[in-house]
């Protein structure tokens, strides 16, 4: 039994279906399981048992986790990630949970400028020191992240942030979800540590730039200092303080590190990663 912890969230329920399409059943947990049901579609809702779990709530994760053989762990970045995975990591374990697939983050290190891939990175040296087989999975920048700003490009033309000329690795959560799965059901791919990224990095004036290719307007990124980004965030869009940190952090690692694509969606699923180019035109409705 592979058991989806985080399955509401983007990376879970991509994991989800990928699974579906490989014909593999899977356990879906969440707060509320009736909701998460009705938003699968058809044929991986047929091979998805929902059951109810809160990472607060330790007796509902025991319960949800038994007989569960495999664990994908993805919780949503928040000041108690950490505290949750831990529990998440100790409760899989005595359950007898034998591999643990852990969505991470790039740059999980130490001394990490970003707060949240230190977290990750403390979660990863717990997990590896359980003895279970551990998979760590680091995606770069979701592409489906960028849908908000969409608001913002709709109304005004206009992509803010503190990169300057520097690229960002982005990656398709269907992407990620395809390698999930993979690495939950091929046994060879199981125990790496696998970076994840699209075919191409952009700079966010790349970014704006193919953006107005695909409107047929003028797009315009607005280049600001970190803390002009930072209050940014959280008066116009509305980010807790926290949030609105992180943002700012990956975004001035990508200017001191370089971010350069990875092959490793193409190594593990034979076939290249979906193209920015396509998402955002998948999408283009919501930037109009």
Known sequence: MIVIMGAGGATGGATLRSLA?????????????????????????????TAFADAADPASLRAALKGASQLFLAMANGPRQVEYELRAVDLAVASGVEHIVKISAPAAEPLSPVAVSRGHHRVEEHLRATGVTATVLRPYAFMQKLLLLAPGIAAAGVVHGAMG????????VRDIGDVAADVLTRPELTGGTYPLTGGRAYSHPELTGLLGELLGRPVHYVDLSPDELHAHLMTRAGMPDWLATHVVEIQRLAVVRREVPDDTVTRLTGRVPRTLAAFLDEHLHLFR
């Open 21 to 49: 399409a490989l014909g593999a059943p899977a356990r879906a947990l969440s707060r509320d399981p009736t909701r998460l049901a009705a938003s699968l579609d058809d044929r991986t809702l047929a091979l998805t048992e």
């Open 165 to 172: 000329q520097a690229r960002c690795n982005y990656v398709d």
